[in-house]
């Protein structure tokens, strides 16, 4: 059973940082493309980032990018997102997702439960 589950969300304050981390567990994680997606209240979902499993290649939204760094450990199984800077209109959940392939490009197929961030004084 594949499992995505997020930790790392909490309060913090405008120019701070928080590390979202994305335990994955039930297939091979260094074969699949890894995302990160966020929900803000009232908005639909939004595409943050994402790491291809060959290559290396990341890529990022224009909202994020020069703020966000996603990387990935895979002798950890784990996927992450550094967020610096950080605003007010990145208070959101965020959720790691699952790609079909190797590549960023592709269809996700499974998404985490998600972890809150809050940007606020």
């Known amino acids: 059973e594949v499992q995505l589950v997020e930790s790392g969300g909490g309060l913090v304050e405008p120019g701070g940082s928080l590390r979202l981390s994305c335990a994955a567990s039930g297939f091979t994680f260094s074969n699949h493309a890894m995302s990160w997606i966020r929900q803000a209240p009232g908005k639909g979902p939004e595409w943050v980032s994402g790491f291809s499993s060959i290559g290396g290649s990341t890529s990022y939204a224009d909202s994020v990018k020069g703020r966000f760094t996603i990387s990935r450990d895979n002798a950890k199984n784990t996927l992450y997102l550094q967020m610096n800077s950080l605003k007010s209109e990145d208070t959101a959940v965020y959720y790691c997702?699952?790609?079909?392939?190797?590549?960023?490009?592709?269809?996700?197929?499974?998404w985490g439960k998600g972890t809150l961030v809050t940007v606020s004084s």
């Open positions: 997702a699952k790609l079909l392939l190797s590549s960023i490009y592709g269809g996700m197929d499974y």
